[in-house]
């Protein structure tokens, strides 16, 4: 057994785990796993930078990390930054905080790179069942980019596209400072019609058709499975590997649109974070269901973070 940890710093929330990996086995025992929405990406597609404001959510959440890192022993860590540092002019001072925070320097992954170890951490342990057909299409639905892979032992071809939650939000559903509640039928349409492009992007380079199993990733993905579940409460067990209709998604993609801020906060699963971006990640979500025709989404709770451990393990 090896310790490690591995940190995912997105465009909406950093998340940390620390593990015991036995890579013989391919086993991997959770100690520590945690996530806070710092919202890094606030503002990055508007303006091309970090705000300071969010850098500083974001480093306070570094410290709060780098003493249950400490804590635990762990022997290694890797900290790997997504779409919104990958994005911005002034990425250099958030990997400067990081490295003065946590003694490592942030790698700024390509989408190609992201896609990767979302594969590894979804399908790692999947492998040997027999309820599952292969190929897979991993899709995690992050904050500022959605990433696509298909493959079957291995990845087989992946692409990254710009329509995460947070950036379909601010460049669709903000006006004058504020999220539209609940969002026109004409901002709807506008974030499909982006939503739809993306698609017609990713399906150049990745046969999205030819899957057999829809895998979904990341927390628009788990809260929308958390609500079909009707679940009191956030439950990490009882939303991984659940399954999800597509017609159960169309539903609450429409609740969700149709809802106010106060309507959204009120159901018990629901992460204040997510509140105001749900709705576009559910958009997200049904689009690529209809798109690739899957009935079913299964749910991982097992992402990129788990293939960040493995990658270090």
């Known amino acids: ?3 490690v940890a591995a940190i995912d710093c997105g465009t909406n929330s950093i998340r940390l785990l620390v593990a015991d990996a036995d890579p013989a086995t ?3 025992v959770d100690l520590d796993r945690r996530m806070t929405i710092v919202r890094l990406g606030q503002g990055v597609d508007r303006t091309g930078r970090l705000a300071p404001d969010a850098l500083e959510r974001t480093f306070a959440a570094c410290r709060e990390y780098a003493r249950a890192v400490k804590d635990h022993g762990a022997e290694r860590l890797r900290f790997v930054a ?5 994005d911005a002019e002034n990425r250099d001072e958030f990997v400067r905080g990081v490295l003065d925070i946590l ?3 942030p790698e700024v992954i390509s989408g190609d790179q992201e896609a990767e170890f979302s594969f590894t951490g979804a399908t790692r342990e999947l492998t040997g069942r027999d309820d599952l057909d292969r190929p ?3 899709v995690d639905i992050g904050g500022g980019s959605t990433e696509f892979v298909v493959g079957d032992d291995r990845v087989r071809a992946a692409r990254s596209v710009d329509i995460g939650c947070v950036r379909m939000t601010e460049r669709h559903l903000v006006r004058d400072g504020a999220v539209t509640d609940p969002p026109t039928g004409e901002q709807v349409a506008a974030i499909r019609a982006d939503i739809e492009a993306a698609l017609d992007l990713a399906e150049r380079s990745v046969p999205l058709r030819e899957a057999r199993t829809l895998v979904g990733l990341a927390g628009s993905v788990t809260t929308i499975a958390a609500i079909a579940q009707d679940l009191p409460a956030y439950d990490s067990e009882a939303i991984h590997h659940s399954r999800v209709s597509v017609d159960r998604v169309r539903e609450i993609t429409g609740r969700l649109l149709s809802s106010t801020h106060a ?6 699963s629901m992460h204040p974070g997510r509140v105001d971006v749900i709705g576009a990640g559910a958009l997200v979500l049904l689009a690529i269901m209809e798109r690739t ?3 079913e989404v299964v ?3 097992h992402d990129i973070l788990d293939g960040i451990a493995w990658s270090v393990a």
């Open 1 to 3: 057994m090896t310790r």
């Open 26 to 28: 391919g086993e991997l």
């Open 82 to 86: 997504t779409s919104a540092s990958r």
């Open 103 to 105: 003694g490592v320097e």
């Open 136 to 138: 897979y299409l991993v």
């Open 263 to 268: 309507e959204r906060a009120a159901i018990p």
């Open 293 to 295: 025709g899957a009935a």
């Open 299 to 301: 749910v991982s709770e």
